[in-house]
């Protein structure tokens, strides 16, 4: 299998910077993730980091905080908007 036969759905992580709370991170997401974080953020009418920051938050609220890409993934399952069905 060459280099272009992967699936965009198996991507591997890209990572970016983001600032949060005016401190600058770098979080490792798969693209399709990216694209749906961005989707997201303009859903909720918000910039990027801004909705990076409110997970950010929320996640730093748990018991036991995942790290920030987990949390992000979960936060982008839980609104993924199939009323919470898992159909694989």
């Not at 198996?10 to 974080?37: C, D, M, N, Y």
């Amino acid at each position: 299998m060459g280099e272009g036969d992967a699936s965009p759905l198996f991507a591997p992580p890209v990572k970016r910077s983001v600032t949060i709370a005016g401190h600058q991170t770098a979080i490792s997401l798969e693209p399709l993730f990216w694209e749906a974080l961005r989707t997201a953020a303009v859903r909720e009418g918000l910039p990027l980091n801004a909705l990076i920051a409110r997970i950010d938050v929320a996640r730093m609220e748990a018991d036991d905080p995942p790290n920030l890409a987990s949390a992000i993934r979960c936060w982008l399952f839980a609104r993924r908007g199939d009323g919470g069905r898992l159909q694989i």
